[in-house]
């Protein structure tokens, strides 16, 4: 007898990224070598006291590593590409129910 799978999404769901993104992915690697915390006592004298909260520093250099370890140029590209792959989700610290930043929120790197 032939099967036949119907899609229906589910109310409540159990997942968890960490169990879904394989030990030896390479942006799970990373993310075990990768110290980046730094980057907030570099970059503090850049950011205002007043008005609305930018982009993480963290996820902007991490946003732009990505884009340049995929080799994707384009602002919008790399942002549809990020939230649909589950290891660059986990690298960035994303879940998978979170809206990425904005691709206007990224400066474009290929002047870089």
């Not at 990505?66 to 549809?80: M, P, Q, W």
């Not at 590409?81 to 691709?103: A, K, N, Q, T, V």
């Amino acid at each position: 007898m032939q099967g036949k799978k119907i899609y229906q999404e589910e109310l409540f769901n159990s997942f968890q990224l960490s169990n879904r993104v394989p030990k030896s992915n390479f942006y799970r690697r990373l993310t075990a070598v990768l110290d980046l915390g730094y980057l907030y006592s570099f970059t503090r004298e850049y950011y205002g006291v007043s008005g609305q909260k930018s982009i993480d520093p963290l996820v902007f250099f991490k946003l732009c590593l990505v884009g340049y370890l995929e080799n994707i140029i384009s602002d919008r590209k790399l942002i549809a590409h990020c939230s649909m792959r589950l290891d660059i989700l986990y690298f960035m610290g994303y879940d998978i129910d979170e809206e990425l930043p904005w691709h206007t929120t990224i400066i474009s790197r290929s002047g870089i």
